[in-house]
């Protein structure tokens, strides 16, 4: 579940409390290139605002006019749109593609408090949603969990589905880290460096100052983490790239030239790691932007995890760069 609809939990339970009625709207399913994935929340107000996004916003403006119109649902009940051509035209669904979403109304926030409560404390949670009784649970979730939808229950999971484990606290981290957060990435920010760890400030975020090593054997990597190596210092970074690269990390990289990368992989190579570890290095680490500035080099990382994240061919990449070959990308 995108951090985003926790936003939009946060405003549904801000007007309710309000005295508003409000509406929530969840994408249940989709055929062709919907603009929206299943599980994508919206929040629709009884005078008409809105709060997130189920399409490309035509969707959203019929919806507006349903309430405003008094079509004003008081049980949960689906709503299709894009079933012909033309009416997928309508309403921006490019490709003839098709809409499914469930409309619920806002009967009390008890579940959206507790929701919000325990991702803030970093917990992973899913909420099941009855449409024939209305019930509603909120029971501990798992990273490979997914939204689903079996005709009669919903289940969309909150809270950060993927970890990211950068080491050093520079500039470039702090920017990479607050970057990063909002696509769903629980960060830890390793720095054993007295004079870097002192000036951590990102809120969100955990920060260690124990070694890189130890830090991944306490993380436990899986196939929903990503490891990043920012440091410039070989002592710290190889160190996380010894245990990362023998672990299911999705995606492992290190800040460097290629002439630094080739350095490193000689300097890998000495020790436990066979050759198809070592080539899961990605490095120089992000795609070919022509960035400079700290922001721009941390929207090229991003890119370049995302990319991997999702299965995406690495085609913006210097040449030379070590790429590994094929999709790594996780279960989504």
């Known amino acids: 579940m995108d951090s985003l609809d926790l936003q939009v939990l946060s405003q549904a339970r801000d007007w309710f409390a309000a005295g508003h009625k409000v509406w929530l709207v969840t994408v249940i399913e989709t055929w062709g290139s919907a603009p929206r994935p299943p599980g994508a929340l919206l929040c629709l107000r009884g005078d008409g605002l809105v709060v997130g996004s189920v399409s490309g916003g035509c969707v959203e403006d019929d919806l507006i006019e349903r309430v405003r119109h008094g079509e004003r649902v008081d049980a949960p009940s689906m709503i299709t749109y894009g079933v012909t051509k033309e009416e997928a035209a309508r309403f921006g669904l490019p490709c003839g593609g098709n809409l499914r979403l469930v409309q619920e109304p806002l009967r009390d926030t008890d579940w959206v408090d507790e929701v919000l409560t325990r991702t803030e404390r970093h917990e992973l949670v899913a909420r099941w949603l009855d449409l024939q009784t209305h019930e509603v649970r909120i029971v501990p979730a798992h990273r490979s969990d997914a939204f689903q939808f079996d005709g009669r229950t919903l289940r969309a999971v909150f809270g950060p589905r993927w970890r990211m484990l950068i080491i050093g606290a520079g500039q470039l981290s702090r920017v990479l880290a607050q970057m990063a957060l909002p696509l769903d990435f629980e960060i830890t920010c390793c720095d054993p460096r007295e004079e870097y760890h002192l000036t951590w400030d990102v809120p969100g975020t955990h920060f260690s100052k124990a070694m890189p090593d130890d830090v991944v054997t306490e993380m436990q990597l899986d196939p929903h983490s990503a490891v990043v190596a920012v440091t410039h210092d070989p002592k710290l970074d190889d160190l996380v790239l010894l245990e990362?690269?023998?672990?299911?990390?999705?995606?492992?990289?290190?800040?460097?030239?290629?002439?630094?990368?080739?350095?490193?992989?000689?300097?890998?190579?000495?020790?436990?790691?066979?050759?198809?570890?070592?080539?899961?290095?990605?490095?120089?680490?992000?795609?070919?932007?022509?960035?400079?500035?700290?922001?721009?080099?941390?929207?090229?990382?991003?890119?370049?995890?995302?990319?991997?994240?999702?299965?995406?061919?690495?085609?913006?990449?210097?040449?030379?760069?070590?790429?590994?070959?094929?999709?790594?990308?996780?279960?989504?």
């Open 244 to 332: 990362a690269l023998k672990s299911p990390a999705f995606y492992v990289g290190a800040l460097g030239s290629r002439s630094n990368t080739a350095k490193r992989k000689e300097r890998l190579a000495m020790f436990d790691l066979s050759p198809e570890e070592i080539g899961r290095l990605h490095g120089p680490i992000g795609l070919d932007l022509g960035g400079k500035t700290p922001a721009e080099i941390a929207v090229a990382i991003l890119a370049e995890i995302i990319a991997v994240r999702n299965g995406v061919a690495l085609v913006q990449k210097k040449e030379g760069s070590s790429v590994p070959a094929g999709p790594v990308a996780a279960g989504r």
